[in-house]
C-alpha cells in the first residue's frame, strides 16, 4: 500500500501590528482631548520608537500608519501649547489683557 506523497506542512511568516504603535495612537488622541501634556509626550516617545521597530522589523512588523498618526497629534499638541504659552507671556508685556465680563466685578 502506498500512500500518496504529502507535502510537508510549511507555516507562512506572519506579521504583526507594533504594540508601540498602537500605544502612540492612543497618546495622540489622548492628548489631543483629556491630558495634554503627558499624552503628547507619550505619543512623541512611543512614536519615534515604534518607526524604529517598523524599520528593523523586515516587512514582518506593520503600524506605521498608527504611529505617524501618533506623531502628528503629540508634536501637534505640543506646538498648540507652546504657541498658547508664548501668547500668555507676550500678551500681558504689550499691555493687552483679556477682559472677561461678569468674573471678578463684585460692583453690581
Not at 516617545?45 to 506623531?71: N, P, Q, V
Amino acid at each position: 500500500m502506498n500512500q500518496p506523497y504529502q507535502q510537508p506542512y510549511q507555516q507562512l511568516p506572519t506579521t504583526h501590528t507594533s504594540t508601540l504603535a498602537i500605544i502612540s495612537l492612543i497618546g495622540g488622541i489622548t492628548g489631543f482631548s483629556i491630558l495634554p501634556i503627558l499624552g503628547s509626550i507619550v505619543a512623541v516617545i512611543t512614536g519615534h520608537m515604534a518607526h524604529s521597530e517598523i524599520k528593523k522589523g523586515g516587512g514582518m512588523i506593520t503600524g506605521k500608519g498608527m504611529a505617524t498618526a501618533g506623531l502628528i497629534m503629540g508634536y501637534l499638541t505640543i506646538a498648540g501649547g507652546i504657541c498658547i504659552l508664548c501668547l500668555a507671556i507676550v500678551l500681558p508685556l504689550l499691555g493687552i489683557g483679556l477682559s472677561i465680563p461678569f468674573i471678578g466685578n463684585t460692583s453690581y
